[in-house]
C-alpha cells in the first residue's frame, strides 16, 4: 500500500472523544500533506457516508470512509484510542480508527489496494499487531503490507498483549493463515473470489454444501470486502465452499454461470441493489445488509443451509422482452461487441414496448387520426373516447422519444460502465436531430464508450482525479462524441438510414413474401439468441416512430407471428402424438400453449434442448412459413409484443391468425414425422438431457424469450 499511509498519517494516541472529532484529527494530517484540499468539505462528505451506515464495526473498529472531490490522491489515515469511541458498532466503542480517504475518480488499482485492507480487517492476528504496534512508522508499514503481523508482534514491548476481544478470534486467524500456507488464495483485485476452501468431505465422500455470494455497500470502498471476507471465513469454519461477487469499486465481475449453477444456496449481502440479480434465481437465499454479512456471517450460512432443506427458493423474473443482456463473461471481440449491442437493446426495448403499445391503444380508442389530435395539455374531456385516445398516444410518442439515446446511452455503459453514460445519451439524442436514426444510435453508442475508454487510459495527475467523472470525462467525451456525430459521420448515417427506409417501404410482392420468410428463420433459429434479436430489434426499430410506415407494421407483424410458432408447435405435437414425447415433455407441453400465445419462446427450450437436430429446423421452416404468409396477407401491427392479446391491434387480424396456424401445423408435422423415423425411446426416458439442458440455459440466464 505504498505511499497511501505514512508515519504522518498515523496517530498512536489519539484523544478524541467522538467519531467527527477523530475524523477531524486524521483529516487534518491529510490536509498538512496536501492530500486534501478542503477540509470541510471533505468532513461533510464523511459524515454524509456516515449519515447513511454508521461505520462502526464489531471487533474495535471505525472506519469512516468516502469518495470526495477534495481528496487529491487515496490516502489512509490511522488512529488508536485507548478511551475508545462510538461509532455505532453493537458491541462498543472502536479503538482502531481507519479514514479511508478516496478520490472521486479513484483508479481500480488503488481502490483494490483499499479493498484489500478492508478484508485485512477481518484478520484478528493483523487487528492484534496493530493494538501491539508502538511506533507509527512500523504501525504505517504493517498497514502497507510491508511487515507481517508477526513480525510486529514481536518487536512490541514486553508485556504488550492484545485485546480480549481480539483473543477469541487469533485461533480463526490461524486456520484462515493455514488455508493460505496450503494453496488457497484469495485475489484481492478479482471480484470473482479465487478463494473457494476446498473442504473435507469425509469418509461418505459427499461434497460439501456449496454457497454463491454478491456483496455491495454504497461507497463500494470497505464493507463491500469486509463482508467478503468475513464470509469466507465462515464458510471455511464451516467446512463449506464459499464464492464471493464483491460488486464494489475495484471491479466487477461477474461470477462464472457453472458456479452458480452448482450452487446450492445464495447470500446477498448489499446495500445497493445487486446487479443482474436474477442470475440468481431459481436457489434458496438469505437477503440481508451488507453489515450483517461482516457481524454474523456464520448464521446467514445456517440460515440458507435451512432453506435449503426446506426447499425455498427465489422466484425468477418472467421474460417480459425477447432481449435480455446476458450475464456470462466474454473473451472474444465479436463477443463483446454483441454484449454491448444488447445491453443497450435490452435497455431499449422496455421503452418500445410500453410506448408501442400506448400509441397502439391511442389509435384504438381513437381512431387512425389520433395523431393529428392537440396537446391533451389544452384539450382534455375525461368522458371523451377520443381525448383518452390522444393522452396514450402523445404518452407512447413520449415514450419513443427516448429510444435511442437509450439504446446510445447502454451501449456506452456496457463498454465503459457509468462514464460512459453522457456521451452515449448526447449521441443518441443528436442522431435523433440530424434524423440518423436508430443506425446514429448504434453508431453513437460504440463511439462514446470507445472516447470514454481511451480517456481512461489517459494518466491525469494527482490533483485532476478528483474532477475526472464528474467533469473531466463528461465534458471531453460529449464533445467528442457530438463533434463526430454533427460534422464527420453523422450525415452518411443519416443517408443510410433514409436509405434503408424508402428500401422497405418499397418492398412489395414477392420481395415481401422473401423477408417475411427469412425474418421467421431468424426468430425461429436460435430461440432468443443472437441470430433472434437482430431480427427482433430490425422490426421494433421500424415501429419506433410516432407514425410508423405500413412496410415497418408489416415486418413487426411477421416477426412476432413467426416467434410465437415454436412453442405452439411443440404443444400441439404433445397433444397430437403424446407417445413421441417423454413424461416431462409432455407437461412442457401444456406450459408451451400460453407461453408460445403470449410471444414467449421459452416454452420450446426443453424440447430444443433434447433434440435440436429435429426440433429447430422444423420451427425454422414453420416460422418461414408464417413470416412469408404474413407478409403476403398485408397484415400490419403496431405493438412490439403482446402474442394474441393484441390482435385487436392487428390490421388483417383473421389471416394473420390463420398464418400463425399454418407455421404450427407445419412445423408439428415435421416434428411428429422426424420423431417418428427415429426408434422410440422408452416411456419416462429422455427426461434427464432436457432438464439439464434448460437448467443449463435457466441458470446461466441466456435470453430465451422469442
Known amino acids: ?70 481528496v487529491t490522491e487515496p490516502t489512509l489515515g490511522f488512529g488508536r484510542s485507548a478511551a475508545g469511541i462510538d461509532f455505532g458498532a453493537p458491541d462498543g466503542p472502536a479503538d482502531l480508527i481507519f479514514l479511508i480517504a478516496a478520490p472521486a475518480g479513484a483508479d481500480d488499482a488503488h481502490l483494490t489496494i483499499l479493498s484489500s485492507l478492508a478484508r485485512q480487517l477481518m484478520n484478528a492476528e493483523f487487528t492484534s499487531a496493530l493494538r501491539a504496534v508502538d511506533d507509527a512508522a512500523a504501525a504505517a508499514a504493517l498497514i502497507r503490507g510491508d511487515e507481517s503481523p508477526a513480525a510486529a508482534a514481536s518487536t512490541a514491548p514486553e508485556g504488550t498483549e492484545p485485546t480480549e476481544g481480539s483473543k477469541d478470534s487469533v485461533a480463526v486467524s ?73 460488486q464494489g469499486s475495484a471491479g466487477f465481475t461477474r461470477l462464472d454461470p457453472a458456479v452458480i449453477a452448482a450452487a446450492d444456496g445464495v447470500i ?154 453522457v456521451p452515449g445519451f448526447v449521441g443518441g439524442a443528436i442522431s435523433l436531430t440530424i434524423n440518423a436514426g436508430f443506425l446514429g444510435g448504434l453508431a453513437a453508442g460504440l463511439i462514446a464508450g470507445g472516447v470514454v475508454i481511451g480517456i481512461q487510459k489517459v494518466k491525469i495527475p494527482a490533483a485532476l482525479r478528483g474532477i475526472m467523472p464528474v467533469v473531466v470525462i463528461p465534458l471531453i467525451s460529449a464533445a467528442i462524441v457530438g463533434f463526430l456525430m454533427f460534422v464527420v459521420i453523422g450525415k452518411p448515417i443519416a443517408s443510410a438510414q433514409k436509405g434503408m427506409t424508402d428500401w422497405l417501404n418499397g418492398l412489395t410482392g414477392t420481395n415481401a413474401v422473401l423477408l417475411g420468410a427469412l425474418l421467421g428463420l431468424m426468430m425461429c433459429f436460435d430461440l432468443g439468441g443472437p441470430v433472434n434479436k437482430v431480427a427482433y430489434t430490425f422490426a421494433t426499430a421500424g415501429i419506433a416512430v410516432a407514425s410508423p410506415s405500413d412496410s415497418a407494421m408489416k415486418i413487426m407483424a411477421a416477426v412476432m407471428a413467426a416467434g410465437m410458432v415454436p412453442p405452439l408447435a411443440m404443444a400441439l405435437a404433445t397433444t397430437v402424438r403424446g407417445r413421441l414425447f417423454t413424461e416431462t415433455e409432455r407437461e ?63 390490421g ?55
Not at 477540509?39 to 454508521?54: H, I, N, S, T, Y
Not at 454483441?338 to 408501442?356: C, E, I, N, Q, T
Not at 412459413?625 to 409484443?641: D, I, N, Q, W
Open 1 to 70: 500500500m505504498s505511499e497511501m499511509i505514512t508515519a504522518d498519517l498515523v496517530d498512536l494516541d489519539l484523544s478524541a472523544e467522538t467519531k467527527e472529532a477523530a475524523a477531524r484529527a486524521l483529516a487534518e494530517r491529510m490536509v498538512t500533506l496536501g492530500r486534501v484540499t478542503d477540509l470541510e468539505g471533505f468532513l461533510a462528505d464523511v459524515a454524509a457516508r456516515e449519515a447513511q451506515m454508521p461505520t462502526g464495526l464489531d471487533g474495535g473498529i471505525g472506519i469512516p470512509h468516502c469518495r470526495s472531490e477534495h
Open 174 to 246: 490461524a486456520a484462515a493463515s493455514a488455508d493460505t500456507a496450503a494453496g488457497t488464495t484469495t485475489d484481492i483485485g478479482d471480484t470473482a473470489t479465487a478463494d473457494t476452501a476446498t473442504a473435507d468431505t469425509g469418509a461418505s465422500g459427499e461434497r460439501p454444501f456449496r454457497i454463491v455470494a454478491v456483496t455491495s455497500c454504497p461507497t463500494g470502498i470497505a464493507h463491500t470486502y469486509m463482508a467478503a471476507e468475513s464470509l469466507e471465513n465462515a464458510g471455511r469454519e464451516a467446512g463449506i465452499e464459499v464464492v464471493v461477487e464483491t
Open 268 to 421: 446477498f449481502a448489499h446495500d445497493v441493489p445487486v446487479r443482474d440479480k436474477d442470475r440468481f434465481a431459481g436457489k434458496p437465499t438469505v437477503d440481508v445488509g451488507v453489515k450483517a454479512g461482516i457481524n454474523k456471517p456464520a448464521e446467514l450460512i445456517t440460515e440458507v443451509r435451512g432453506k435449503a432443506a426446506r426447499g425455498e427458493v427465489s422466484a425468477g423474473s418472467a421474460p417480459g422482452t425477447p432481449v435480455e443482456r446476458s450475464g456470462d463473461s466474454a473473451e472474444g471481440y465479436g463477443t463483446k461487441l454483441r454484449k454491448w449491442l444488447m445491453s443497450g437493446v435490452s435497455y431499449m426495448v422496455p421503452f418500445v414496448a410500453a410506448g408501442g403499445l400506448l400509441i397502439a391503444l391511442g389509435f384504438a380508442i381513437g381512431g387512425y387520426k389520433i395523431n393529428k389530435a392537440p396537446s391533451v395539455m389544452d384539450h382534455f374531456m375525461w368522458l371523451q373516447a377520443d381525448s383518452w385516445g390522444a393522452l396514450f398516444f402523445q404518452i407512447g410518442v413520449v415514450s419513443f422519444g427516448f429510444l435511442v439515446p437509450v439504446l446510445a446511452g447502454y451501449i456506452a455503459y456496457g463498454m465503459a460502465d457509468r462514464p460512459g453514460l
Open 588 to 650: 412442457n407441453g401444456k406450459a408451451a400453449w400460453v407461453l408460445g400465445a403470449s410471444f414467449i419462446s421459452e416454452g420450446a427450450i426443453p424440447f430444443a434442448a433434447a433434440d435440436p437436430l429435429r426440433v429447430i429446423p422444423s420451427a425454422m421452416v414453420g416460422g418461414a412459413v408464417t413470416g412469408s404468409l404474413s407478409m403476403a396477407f398485408g397484415a400490419t401491427l403496431r405493438a412490439p409484443h403482446g402474442g394474441i392479446f393484441v390482435v385487436p391491434l392487428i
Open 652 to 706: 388483417n387480424p383473421f389471416l394473420y391468425l390463420i398464418a400463425i396456424a399454418a407455421g404450427v401445423c407445419v412445423t408439428t408435422a415435421l416434428v411428429v414425422v422426424l420423431k417418428g423415423m427415429r426408434k422410440q425411446a422408452p416411456e419416462g426416458t429422455g427426461a434427464g438431457v432436457a432438464d439439464t439442458a434448460i437448467a443449463a440455459k435457466v441458470d446461466s440466464k441466456e435470453p430465451v424469450a422469442a
